[in-house]
């Protein structure tokens, strides 16, 4: 119904999906769990509900399809008790709700909940351990799957030396907090492997969100942040791809939320367009205080990065007389030797144009709005076209954390003042 009142009703509509005509029903006669699915070039269909004590299931075999069919698999119902040399061999238990470990091929988890239960076990300092999903060595398509967990150290989808994931429509709920070694990094999506992730939903992650994105199109992130280097999204060069990392919206609250985190070598023709981000920083943390936010960084060595058509809006606050700050862009590319072994780059080349960057403080707390105070060592560091408006510094070339250093190049952008405090300055 319109606002003026009138009713218009279109015709109904319907459609009928496939059904299966050779699947093997779960539980059916399968013992479990966990449940072994070991027949290669099968599709698998839960039936019921399912809750495990511990284990839901694994997958042993080539091309497997787990279809959840809108159920929800409850594993670590109950505690589980583990012997001490338990966190050096995690990765070898399965107390996962599905745990993929076939070597090599391709398997397929759909459509229903993966859940931790009450007995809410911790994984390890590096996320392994208790994940709603662990997969060894094959390339995994998960789709419309919604993940819930909260223990201590648990990432959410960890993937383990497998390459060419495709998550897609799938829901990551992180209720958890604790983050013993932040340097490790607690995830939605974590891992040594990299994969296209679109169109997913991360309605909450204590630390980082999806790491070892290459294609990560239209996917909406929420960083509640436990931890410094909280990074919403993180690109990969390990397909040895251009990387695209566009449309994704991610905001960030907490004691280190960074949207977009870029580090390494990528391929020429990678970029990150068209993204919202919003961030700010509402907590103390206790290894640096008020730690600050950002909406995009880079600060270790990165090459070929081009950034263009972004909305990236920092917000700034003094909390107690503590000042939280935000460097909406928090770059700068030093001379840096690829891991591979090959010479030292020292011409990076990062290239900033046509960005909408807005840097925002109460009573002028230090909202930095481009902050090259990363030790640049590049003469390709150039900011062109992008619009920065900010209540306390457009351009920031220098603070505690480094210096520009040099060479950084501005060229038509368009700086704008917002308030009035005294300790505005454009540069």
Same mark, same amino acid.
């Given at each position: ?22 699947? @093997? ?19 698998? @269909? ?72 009450? $007995? ?7 996320? !392994? ?15 419309? @799957? ?19 994931? +495709? ?44 790491? $070892? ?9 929420? @960083? ?25 919206? !991610? ?22 367009? +068209? ?13 640096? $205080? ?60 990062? !290239? ?76």
């Amino acid at each position: 119904q319109g606002t003026d009142g009138e009713q218009v009703v279109d015709r109904i509509r319907e459609f009928r999906t496939t059904r299966y005509t050779d699947a @093997v029903p779960v539980p059916g006669d399968l013992p479990g769990p966990p449940f072994v699915l070991d027949r290669a070039n099968t599709t698998y @269909v839960v039936t019921a509900d399912i809750t495990a004590p511990l284990a839901g299931f694994e997958i042993k075999a080539d091309n497997v399809t787990l279809d959840l069919d809108g159920h929800t698999v409850t594993y670590n119902a109950r505690p589980a008790e583990r012997p001490d040399d338990w966190p050096v061999r995690a990765y070898r238990e399965n107390d996962h709700g599905v745990k993929v470990t076939v070597r090599g091929g391709r398997v397929r988890i759909l459509g229903g909940t993966i859940r931790q239960g009450a $007995g809410n076990n911790s994984g390890t300092a590096v996320g !392994i351990g208790c994940n709603p999903v662990y997969v060894g060595n094959a390339a995994v398509e998960m789709a419309g @799957v919604e993940l819930i967990w909260a223990g201590a150290d648990i990432s959410g989808a960890f993937f383990h030396w497998n390459t060419g994931n +495709h998550v897609h429509h799938c829901v990551f709920d992180d209720r958890g907090t604790v983050v013993s070694n932040r340097h490790q990094a607690i995830s939605s999506i974590d891992g040594n492997s990299w994969g296209d992730y679109d169109h997913n939903l991360v309605r909450s992650t204590r630390q980082q969100g999806l790491r $070892g994105c290459v294609a990560a199109t239209h996917n909406e992130i929420y @960083v509640d942040s436990q931890a410094t280097n909280a990074f919403g999204m993180v690109g990969s060069s390990r397909a040895g791809k251009p990387i695209e990392i566009a449309h994704n919206r !991610i905001v960030g609250i907490g004691e280190h939320p960074v949207g977009i985190a870029m580090f390494k070598q990528f391929p020429p023709g990678s970029s990150v367009h +068209h993204n919202y981000v919003e961030v700010k920083c509402t907590r103390s943390g206790q290894e640096y $205080g008020y730690t600050g936010s950002a909406c995009f960084r880079t600060t270790w060595g990165a090459d070929n990065l081009d950034v263009h058509d972004n909305t990236f809006i920092g917000h700034a606050d003094v909390y107690d007389g503590k000042v939280a700050k935000t460097r909406v862009l928090w770059v700068g590319l030093p001379h840096f030797t690829p891991k591979d072994g090959t010479d030292p780059i020292t011409d990076a080349r990062g !290239i900033f144009c046509d960005n909408q960057i807005i840097a925002r403080g109460p009573g002028g707390a230090k909202a930095g709005g481009i902050c090259v105070v990363c030790l640049n060592q590049s003469p390709n560091l150039i900011f062109r076209g992008n619009t920065v408006a900010s209540t306390w510094a457009n351009v920031l070339l220098s603070d505690e954390y480094g210096q520009a250093d040099g060479y950084p190049k501005f060229v038509e952008n368009t700086f704008l003042r917002e308030g009035n405090f005294d300790n505005y300055y454009t540069i």
